[in-house]
């Protein structure tokens, strides 16, 4: 399994505009109503770990990252699962449908930075 590089983990451009920043959060909200609404939820915090195992699957490249960073992080069911639902949600701010490596990545990054974090 390739490394995570450098270009995995980079974060948005430093300096965007903050009516930009609204509106792609404002979109990534709409999208997360839309695709729970059947479900009685709003957003991608309060999907269970099964609906998000459905709609948070991640692609090849992306389970692999996060099966071999589950083990080596030694991530509970509950740290499995938020790592996917951040997924999810940079997914939605970049407008994806699915979700990739890159924001398992991303995701994983930012574990690594608040390793005080539960889970």
């Keep these: ?3 995570v ?7 948005p451009p430093p300096g965007e505009d903050s009516a930009v920043v609204a509106a ?3 979109q990534a909200r709409a999208v997360q109503a839309e695709r729970y609404d059947a479900h009685g ?3 991608n915090a309060e999907a269970d770990g099964t609906l998000l195992e459905t709609v948070a699957a991640p692609d090849t490249a992306g389970r692999a990252l996060l099966t071999e960073a589950a083990e080596k ?3 509970s069911a509950r740290g499995y699962h938020r790592v996917l639902r951040v997924a999810r949600t940079l997914a939605d701010l970049a407008g ?3 979700v990739s490596r890159l924001h398992i990545a991303e995701a994983l990054s930012y574990r690594r ?6 889970g």
């Excluded at 590089?5 to 974060?11: E, G, I, K, R």
């Excluded at 930075?113 to 539960?118: E, I, K, R, T, V």
């Design 1 to 3: 399994m390739p490394a």
């Design 5 to 11: 590089t450098a270009a995995d983990l980079s974060l």
């Design 24 to 26: 792609r959060v404002g």
């Design 41 to 43: 939820l709003r957003c």
């Design 73 to 75: 992080m030694k991530l």
């Design 96 to 98: 994806d449908e699915g």
């Design 113 to 118: 930075l608040h390793p005080g974090m539960a």
